[in-house]
């Protein structure tokens, strides 16, 4: 199934911190391979660090018809940079909070190191705009079930499109008065995709 995946700064930091957009680059395709190894058909729009970036990516995403979106929060951005991504692609989106290092060596860290290890610091900015937004969304922290968590995720959009490519047969009908039973063909064919086909039994002497 195929899906998109970006990483996150802020375009006035790279002439501020040298190298920090290099480890940011690195940290992003080490979660592309990843997504890849879990199933996913990546396509990747790299880093997004400013609006216009992000239109492009989402527009990127909406070519490609990926039905899944991925984030990955690597260091800060805002809200108004991941916004038009998910605008454009119009698919679900997973938030990543995912941390480079387990802890900081904190009396010899610069603001530089800071920002290359604050990749939860605006998941709670970018989760807020996304619901203001009515946008579907989940996120991931990093904790020791997040691949599990990030792999059924890769995993979910297929199993959607199984049920949207079925087509179920409806033979009789349930005992009556049975009121939780009773099927609704036209919400099976707006909520799931799936067709439903109504069979007749035909009694042969």
């Known amino acids: 199934m195929g899906v998109g995946v970006f990483g996150i700064g802020l375009a006035a930091y790279w002439p501020q911190f040298d190298g920090l957009k290099e480890r940011v680059e690195g940290y992003q395709r080490r979660v592309e391979e990843r997504v890849a190894e879990l199933g996913g058909d990546v396509t990747s729009a790299g880093l997004v660090d400013s609006e216009q970036a992000g239109r492009e990516a989402g527009d990127r995403f909406a070519a490609a018809q990926v039905e899944l979106v991925i984030c990955h929060a690597v260091t800060y951005a805002t809200s108004s940079t991941v916004l ?3 605008q454009a692609a119009k698919a679900p989106v997973l938030l990543l909070g995912l941390q480079p290092t387990t802890s900081l060596d904190y009396a010899n860290t610069g603001t530089g190191e800071w920002l290359a290890n604050c990749a939860a610091c605006c998941v709670p900015e970018l989760a807020g705009a996304f619901t203001r937004a009515g946008m579907r969304y989940d996120t991931i922290e990093d904790d020791e079930r997040a691949w599990a968590k990030i792999g059924a995720w890769v995993r979910a959009p297929g199993v959607a499109r199984s049920l949207r490519r079925s087509r179920i047969g409806f033979l009789g009908h349930v005992y ?7 099927p609704d063909f036209t919400m099976v064919h707006a909520q799931v995709g799936s ?3 109504v069979e007749e039994v035909f009694h042969l002497d």
């Open 84 to 86: 038009p991504v998910a």
């Open 176 to 182: 009556p008065g049975m009121l939780d039973m009773y």
């Open 195 to 197: 067709h439903v086909e």
